[in-house]
Nanobody, 125 residues
Framework: QVQLVESGGGLVQAGGSLRLSCAAS????????MGWFRQAPGKEREFVAA?????????YYADSVKGRFTISRDNTKNTLYLQMNSLKPEDTAVYYC?????????????????WGQGIQVTVSS
């Protein structure tokens, strides 16, 4: 099973940018489809973005972040990224990276079997 550790969160003003990273270890990173989810206080954990295995040819985004967020992966560094631009206060949440074994890329939370511990992103207005 792959272990995941997120970094890069913090406090940013509305309109600003952040890049989240997720370092993977313990298994062959390129075999996994990867995703980002987020959970705001009092809300369910929701899908943000996903990328397929290996070359990451297929990417998927929630409508709320499409055009603002970009998911990517560097298999040589065993790292997943989420570039977040034009941030809004409603993007404030704990962000989680996750791995799924089909490798195809998924938007469904139940498909992901490995999760990071999460990292806080706060966007001030």
């Amino acid at each position: 099973q792959v272990q995941l550790v997120e970094s890069g969160g913090g406090l940013v003003q509305a309109g600003g940018s952040l890049r989240l990273s997720c370092a993977a270890s313990g298994s062959t990173f390129s075999n996994y489809g990867m995703g980002w989810f987020r959970q705001a206080p009092g809300k369910e954990r929701e899908f943000v973005a996903a990328i397929s295995w290996a070359s990451g040819r297929s990417t998927y985004y929630a409508d709320s972040v499409k055009g603002r967020f970009t998911i990517s992966r560097d298999n040589t560094k065993n790292t997943l990224y989420l570039q977040m631009n034009s941030l809004k206060p409603e993007d404030t949440a704990v962000y989680y990276c996750a791995a799924e074994t089909s490798g195809l890329g998924s938007t469904k939370r139940e498909d992901f079997g490995s999760w990071g511990q999460g990292i806080q992103v706060t966007v001030s207005s």
